[in-house]
């Protein structure tokens, strides 16, 4: 999976290496987002969505929908690319409370 994509890599020229793009981050801006979904639109690639948590209440920000019954089904299935992706909403804050942090820790 290449995780967020349009931060700190050029999609366009390593895609090919990766079976999944992440196309929503919770933690990436909206158009950054955007620009991973007109990606995988456009080269036919498989998107997955990630929550990217730092805190608890950013799990499930972004989750994906697999009907799989064990680990191995779970594999075929990001694969071959059959999952659904769900957008929960940014989390801003938890950027933000991050960077703060960082901060003091410096």
């Known amino acids: 999976?290449?995780?967020?994509?349009?931060?700190?890599?050029?999609?366009?020229k390593i895609f090919k290496?990766?079976?999944?793009?992440?196309?929503?981050n919770?933690?990436?801006?909206?158009?950054l987002n955007l620009k991973a979904l007109k990606l995988v639109r456009k080269f036919k690639l498989k998107g997955v969505a990630g929550s990217d948590a730092?805190?608890?209440?950013e799990i499930g920000?972004?989750?994906?929908l697999i009907?799989?019954?064990n680990e191995e089904e779970i594999?075929?299935?990001?694969?071959?690319g059959k999952i659904k992706p769900i957008f929960n909403g940014y989390s801003f804050?938890?950027?933000?409370?991050?960077?703060?942090?960082?901060?003091v820790r410096e």
């Not at 999976?1 to 366009?12: F, N, S, T």
């Not at 920000?61 to 994906?64: E, I, M, T």
């Not at 594999?75 to 071959?80: E, S």
Request: glycine share 4%; hydrophobic share 30%; aromatic share 12%.
């Open 75 to 80: 594999r075929k299935k990001l694969k071959k």
């Open 67 to 69: 009907d799989a019954e």
């Open 17 to 24: 290496y990766f079976d999944l793009i992440e196309i929503f």
């Open 26 to 31: 919770s933690r990436t801006k909206p158009e």
């Open 1 to 12: 999976i290449l995780p967020h994509p349009y931060k700190r890599h050029e999609p366009e």
């Open 54 to 57: 730092h805190f608890p209440w």
């Open 61 to 64: 920000k972004g989750v994906n």
């Open 93 to 103: 804050f938890g950027k933000i409370l991050s960077s703060l942090i960082s901060k």
